[in-house]
């Protein structure tokens, strides 16, 4: 049930398919992040429309509202949902990295106070694990230390050895509620180092001594360091990652960042930006990111990207988009979130099937020079 097979290579570049409980992933792949059950301006038909076949749901989020046991109640995520493809969950370390001033961490946990209704709560590996397994996603994160791009090297050590601790915690408890349905869910570790490459690797090691995983996330990455620094981490780690398990790189949803990191050997990923800067009036195009708002789109009757096979592109013009925008009409909220979901997944698309014809690395050189030069503010 929990499967990962690689068929083909292009340099550190993989084509692989993941087998899981709620269905097949192919990667490289995009998944939408659906931060309260929802992705934002998104039905689940929209979704399965653009070619969705994975989402992320928010541990944290869902957690303080409506919380783990209203969601089970009402048939665990799927259901509650209405997504019947595959889910990954977060481990919520990164939404209480992000409550800097409202949280407080230590070897056992993290305690923080809620946004919701200002309640204190903690989170320990165990709890979060336990409140993963009450949700039903395919695959479940375990509790990491984030800390951010800038943070000391000691800081990101001693993140690094709490989170590998955490983590054996974690997979006990995991294994314990799984003993019964086993093929129900999976446990991944999240790799933690910052931009040190011997921590990056002291964590892969430690985390692979803890046991076989049926995939590896990187996280603590896209947290403020420059992206060249980030490119430099992923080659180091790369060939020491183990070449059967799926790799997640966390919080990573720029087309060029994603083009990056399948160079490097990177499988997963997942980011609110498509749906954030489509609510903001930016989508992705070939030739860079395209302000919907700018009055150069006022009278322009060709569809936001010609290359685009999306409901958006295929039925509106630039100048109506841009009239919705200036309305302040929701649905052009929707038009662009929807158009560029479908860009990434189907930019996925196109690197898979470039990496399976063995052309991958030229193309995707080509992408982005493209993409970087033309695009507009």
């Known amino acids: 049930?929990?499967?990962?097979?690689?068929?083909?290579?292009?340099?550190?570049?993989?084509?692989g398919t993941l087998t899981l409980p709620h269905g097949t992933v192919h990667t490289?792949?995009?998944?939408?992040?659906?931060?309260?059950?929802?992705?934002?301006?998104?039905?689940?038909?929209?979704?399965?429309?653009?070619?969705?076949?994975?989402?992320?749901?928010?541990?944290?989020?869902?957690?303080?509202?409506?919380?783990?046991?209203?969601?089970?109640?009402l048939g665990r995520l799927h259901q509650f949902m209405a997504w019947n493809r595959p889910l990954l969950t977060d481990s919520g370390g990164f939404q209480v990295?992000?409550?800097?001033?409202?949280?407080?961490?230590?070897?056992?946990?993290?305690?923080?106070?809620?946004?919701?209704?200002?309640?204190?709560?903690?989170?320990?590996?165990?709890?979060a694990v336990e409140i993963q397994w009450s949700l039903g996603a395919d695959v479940a994160m375990a509790l990491d230390h984030v800390v951010s791009g800038t943070a000391s090297r000691a800081e990101v050590e001693a993140a690094l050895h709490r989170t590998g601790r955490w983590l054996k915690r974690a997979r006990t408890?995991?294994?314990?509620?799984?003993?019964?349905?086993?093929?129900?869910?999976?446990?991944?570790?999240?790799?933690?180092?910052?931009t040190h490459a011997d921590l990056r690797a002291a964590a892969?090691?430690?985390?692979?001594?803890?046991?076989?995983?049926?995939?590896?996330?990187?996280?603590?990455?896209?947290?403020?360091?420059?992206?060249d620094v980030m490119h430099a981490v992923l080659e180091a780690l790369e060939p020491s990652l183990p070449p059967g398990a799926p790799r997640y790189l966390m919080g990573v949803g720029f087309p060029q960042d994603l083009l990056h990191a399948v160079a490097r050997g990177m499988d997963l990923f997942d980011c609110v930006a498509p749906t954030r800067n489509g609510r903001n009036g930016s989508a992705y195009t070939p030739d860079g990111p395209l302000n919907?708002?700018?009055?150069?789109?006022?009278?322009?009757?060709?569809?936001?990207?010609?290359?685009?096979?999306?409901?958006?592109?295929?039925?509106?013009?630039?100048?109506?988009?841009?009239?919705?925008?200036?309305a302040e009409e929701l649905l052009g909220l929707r038009l662009l979130s929807l158009h560029n979901v479908r860009f990434l997944v189907r930019l996925m698309h196109q690197a898979r099937e470039r990496i399976l014809d063995g052309t991958f690395d030229h193309w995707y050189r080509e992408w982005v020079t493209r993409y970087r030069a033309r695009g507009e503010s």
């Open 173 to 194: 408890r995991h294994a314990e509620l799984a003993a019964a349905a086993p093929e129900q869910q999976t446990l991944w570790p999240i790799l933690q180092g910052g």
């Open 204 to 227: 892969l090691a430690a985390t692979l001594d803890a046991g076989q995983w049926t995939g590896v996330a990187v996280g603590g990455l896209a947290v403020g360091e420059p992206n």
């Open 292 to 326: 919907i708002r700018n009055a150069a789109h006022r009278q322009d009757a060709g569809p936001l990207d010609p290359t685009c096979d999306c409901e958006t592109c295929h039925t509106y013009s630039r100048g109506y988009l841009r009239h919705l925008f200036l």
């Open 97 to 127: 990295f992000s409550l800097e001033a409202f949280r407080r961490v230590d070897d056992d946990g993290v305690e923080f106070q809620s946004h919701v209704d200002g309640r204190l709560r903690r989170l320990s590996p165990e709890r």
């Open 28 to 73: 490289p792949c995009f998944m939408p992040v659906g931060t309260q059950g929802t992705v934002r301006a998104l039905s689940p038909l929209d979704l399965e429309a653009v070619g969705a076949e994975i989402l992320l749901a928010n541990t944290y989020h869902l957690h303080v509202r409506p919380g783990e046991d209203t969601v089970a109640a």
């Open 1 to 15: 049930m929990f499967e990962f097979s690689i068929a083909a290579t292009n340099g550190a570049a993989r084509a």
